[in-house]
């Protein structure tokens, strides 16, 4: 043993040392990994500033004081012209430094070197082409690690900076000499400019805007105030009304307005604002703060301009409304006019008679060609034939004919021409209209085809119409009547014979009927006012037939003129009618018998569209008391299920779904009441509309309690059964939990035997251990099943369950009992057997009666138990338990599921009727035949898997 420990120790070192190896090398690896991750993202940054200084012309430098090292960026290299080659040295750079800024730039170095100053210089590089270069040093003083001083800084090439500066300086010479021009340009043109500081009021003029408002020159300094007084009163709101505003929006204001000068003449100016500035050069940068500061623009004198263009409009305007009330009337009345040069054979056409033609009149004009070839093909000739004879017999030229239009649609034109002749009576020109009469032809047709769908209306909906000029002003045997062919067709009558009178109209009306329509009548006629009265008439056939009469009074203008009506035949809705009423009082009489009500309403606004009678019934509302609204019906809820009811309600009306609940009610009385509601909503309906009904299930709730409690006291019966069933089984599963246990302590002698020998034998002391382990998992599954089995209080949770596995256990259970009667138990179980919906234990207590059952009528005898499963056509579980024993008793075979009845004296007489209990608490059916030889056989049937998901 001692040597055995030896040989351990060594391997165990080098295991714990290779783990350790191993460890260091992932250590290592992952820091090589961190580490060239750390010199990629320091790389990538010092592209990033390379590439920044290179953008803005920027290089860094550093300048070991002590040795004269320098350390270039290679931007500075560039900004220096030096190659990346190159080594820099103070010589070099100073060999690039202007020869007149050289001398000042070693003095400055003197001092750095001496007192370790920050440096801030700018100074010009000769280049070796000769270009000129501006740089900017900026360079701070430091020490280094050995405490050795050193500068770091930044050299900027400013070059094209001071070349701007010198660009400006021009640009100012040159400005000063535009200015001396702008003035006289100013006052030849009579235009000057202005600038206001907004802070201040304070108003800068030019020396020309001054004599534009009759002042000399600097002859005041101006302000707002008297600028604003200078103003015609007329214009001084509307010129600085809207001025802030503009302002503010970052708009330059341009006005027209007029001034009045110290001499009292009026003159008018163009203002235009021409700059906003919100900073000036040289504020601080706090007084930014977006807004207009300062307005810079320009005034003219446009008196005389003004007066040109004022005359002008006076005349453009009138010609202007002239012409436009000429096309405004043509354009309204869809007429066009033309000009006929007979001599010249041109045409001047009106934009009107383009558009009447389908063309845009700026377009250009069109000659006669084209004209005539959009006259429609069969209409061409006889309108030239028309024109050539008005021509030449000095008559007015009138026709009407269609044209076509480039877009294809084809109008239909009226054209007239009346010839103008010279002294001597010669035609030289022909002045013409030509109006669009498409609409008002098919105006005409449209009211053709209306009077024919109309009577065709008529006719297919069985109303006509009458009118009476008479009645209600003049009693007369006829009334002067007027019935539309609709109406004669109705009352089975010939349109040829006339309107019927009086008489003749009240003997068309049913006897029973005829009293009250002459009343009617009468009214009508009385007091002028309207009827709607259904009544029966008699044909000449003898047919009858309901009618609904209408009619209103007609007054125009203040004045009574007789009435206007309909007369409809609904024969059809008064018996359909008559049917709804008769299936309403059937709906309302079977709704009282199954104590459902039925209800529409919206959910959200709480409004009822209906509500049936039962439905006020249920919640103990008296129906005949009229509208219950919608609260009375909602309090009656329980508190505590309302709370649940909301939520479902609020989220069935989200999703626009429908839903189904169940709640509790206080009725008016103080009884409780159970209800079931269901609510549908169509997709088409409003948002919280929903339809259903309410069905008082307080009779079932109350059965469903006591069912409740039988099924306890069932379960309770069930219990005592299978623990009397306990002592029957109690000698055949010792014995069946004693095998399992004595083959345990045999493997575990053996066990034992396998780990004393020397060296231990341990592959046969490990298959001893799994016979150990497989041994007690028998042991413990024998117990596990009796538990499960016998277990009080076991919930009726079901499940997915296979039939097969359960009557395997039992076949297990039972086959010692079994085999001490010389029973031979043989399952025949097809592979295709459904599995089914239910709870195990009382599936288990099931068969373990049935197969007891079977066991104790061949317990002298011996014989085979048989257990046969399928699935029938319809897919569901049919088991069948087959004995060879004493058989069923000479009665009838279904008093054995009756409760107490047994053939055994130590029976309770409970087993059997526990049985079809739970399995018509499934949906199943149990049952009994005789064999034909000898024993029976109980069948089950069971739903199959499918059928329990359905």
């Keep these: 043993m001692t040597q055995r420990r030896a040989r351990k120790q060594p391997s165990e070192a080098h295991d714990i040392l290779n783990a350790r190896g191993a460890e260091r090398t992932d250590a290592l690896e992952k820091a090589n990994e961190d580490l060239k991750a750390a010199q990629a993202e320091l790389q990538r940054r010092w592209q990033y500033l390379a590439e920044a200084q290179r953008l803005s012309h920027s290089g860094t430098f550093g300048w070991k004081v002590d040795s004269g090292e320098l350390l270039w960026s290679d931007e500075t290299y560039r900004i220096l012209g030096f190659t990346r080659e190159t080594n820099p040295t103070l010589d070099l750079v100073f060999d690039r430094i202007h020869p007149d800024d050289r001398e000042r730039l070693r003095r400055l170095r003197d001092l750095a070197t001496k007192d370790g100053m920050d440096l801030d210089d700018e100074h010009r590089l000769q280049m070796p082409d000769g270009v000129i270069k501006y740089v900017h040093v900026v360079a701070h003083a430091g020490s280094d690690s050995s405490g050795n001083r050193e500068y770091i800084g930044v050299v900027s090439d400013i070059t094209e900076r001071k070349r701007a500066e010198d660009e400006r300086q021009a640009l100012s010479r040159d400005l000063q000499e535009s200015n001396a021009r702008l003035e006289e340009a100013q006052r030849v043109a009579h235009v000057g400019y202005w600038e206001w500081d907004l802070a201040t009021g304070e108003v800068i003029w030019s020396d020309e805007t001054y004599r534009i408002f009759g002042l000399r020159p600097q002859e005041r300094p101006m302000d707002l105030g008297t600028v604003r007084g200078m103003v015609h009163p007329e214009d001084r709101e509307a010129l600085y009304g809207g001025v802030d505003v503009e302002i503010d929006a970052g708009v330059h204001p341009v006005a027209d307005f007029r001034i009045v000068t110290p001499s009292g003449e009026v003159r008018t100016v163009h203002a235009i604002t021409s700059k906003l500035w919100g900073v000036m050069p040289g504020d601080p940068d706090d007084e930014a703060s977006g807004k207009a500061r300062r307005l810079f623009g320009t005034v003219q004198d446009i008196t005389e301009r003004k007066r040109a263009e004022e005359e002008l409009q006076v005349l453009y305007r009138e010609l202007q409304e002239s012409k436009a009330s000429l096309d405004e009337g043509q354009r309204v009345a869809h007429v066009g006019s033309w000009v006929w040069d007979l001599e010249k054979n041109h045409v001047t056409y009106s934009d009107e008679y383009y558009r009447i033609f389908g063309l845009a009149p700026e377009k250009g004009p069109i000659d006669i060609a084209t004209v005539r070839e959009m006259i429609h093909p069969e209409d061409r000739d006889y309108v030239f034939r028309t024109a050539e004879e008005a021509i030449r017999s000095g008559e007015r030229a009138e026709c009407e004919h269609r044209i076509l239009r480039p877009s294809g649609e084809i109008r239909i034109v009226h054209s007239l ?232 309600l609020e989220n069935a ?298």
Aim: proline share 4%; glycine share 8%.
């Design 417 to 648: 021409g009346d010839l103008k002749k010279d002294a001597s009576g010669r035609p030289y020109q022909m002045f013409g209209v030509s109006q669009d009469i498409t609409d008002r032809k098919r105006a005409e047709q449209a009211l053709q085809r209306s009077q024919f769908y109309l009577s065709e209306g008529e006719r297919l909906a069985h109303m006509g119409s009458w009118a009476s000029r008479e009645l209600g002003i003049r009693w007369s045997d006829d009334l002067n009547i007027y019935w539309s062919d609709e109406v004669y067709r109705i009352y089975g009558l010939d349109p040829k014979n006339g309107t019927p009178n009086l008489e003749q109209y009240l003997a068309t009306v049913h006897p029973l009927d005829r009293a009250s329509m002459a009343e009617t009548l009468k009214t009508m006629h009385e007091q002028r006012c309207g009827c709607d009265v259904t009544t029966r008439i008699v044909r000449p056939d003898g047919e009858i037939r309901y009618v609904r009469c209408v009619g209103i009074p007609v007054v125009e203008g203040g004045v009574f003129q007789g009435f206007h009506g309909t007369t409809m035949d609904v024969t059809e809705q008064e018996l359909l009618t008559r049917e709804l009423r008769r299936e309403q009082a059937y709906l309302a009489e079977a709704q009282s018998f199954t104590h459902a009500g039925s209800w529409a309403c919206n959910l959200l606004t709480r409004e009822i569209f209906h509500s049936s009678d039962e439905n006020a019934r249920l919640y103990g509302f008296d129906p005949s008391q009229g509208p219950i609204p919608f609260n009375l019906y909602y309090n009656a809820i329980l508190p505590e299920d309302e709370r649940i009811i909301r939520g479902k």
């Design 653 to 950: 009306i989200h999703a626009g779904a429908d839903y189904e609940v169940e709640f509790r009610i206080r009725r008016p009385d103080g009884t409780i009441g159970f209800l079931h509601g269901i609510g549908h909503h169509n997709p088409s309906q409003e948002v919280g509309e929903y339809f259903g009904i309410t069905i008082d299930i307080t009779d079932r709730k109350r059965a469903e309690e006591e069912r409740e409690r039988l099924r306890r006291l069932e379960a309770d019966l069930a219990h005592i059964n299978r623990v009397n069933m306990m002592g029957e089984l109690a000698a055949a599963l010792a014995h069946e939990i004693k095998q399992p246990i004595a083959a345990s302590i045999t493997s575990a002698n053996a066990l034992l035997r396998w780990l004393a020998h020397d060296p231990p034998d341990l592959e046969r002391a490990r298959a001893a251990a799994a016979r150990i382990e497989q041994d007690g998992n028998r042991a413990a599954g024998v117990i596990d099943s009796l538990q499960s089995f016998y277990r009080t209080g076991t919930p009726v949770e079901r499940h997915i369950v296979d039939v097969k596995e359960i009557i395997g256990e039992m076949t297990v259970l039972l086959r010692v009992e079994a085999d001490r009667h010389s029973i031979e138990i043989h399952p025949e179980l097809e592979a295709d057997t459904p599995k089914t919906l239910a709870n195990r234990v009382q599936l288990q207590q099931v068969f373990m009666n049935l197969m007891l059952n079977a066991i104790e009528a061949m317990r002298d005898t011996g014989g085979e138990l048989t257990i046969r499963s399928c699935a029938n056509p319809e897919g569901r579980l049919i088991v069948s338990i087959s004995d060879t024993g004493i058989g069923l008793p000479a009665e009838s075979t279904e008093q054995i599921f009756d409760p107490f009845h047994t053939t055994k004296p130590q029976g309770t007489g409970m087993g059997l009727t526990i049985t079809r209990s739970i399995v018509e608490s499934y949906g199943g059916r149990v049952w009994a035949t005789a064999n034909q030889v000898a024993g029976a056989t109980f069948h089950l049937i069971l739903p199959g898997e499918t059928e329990t998901h359905l």
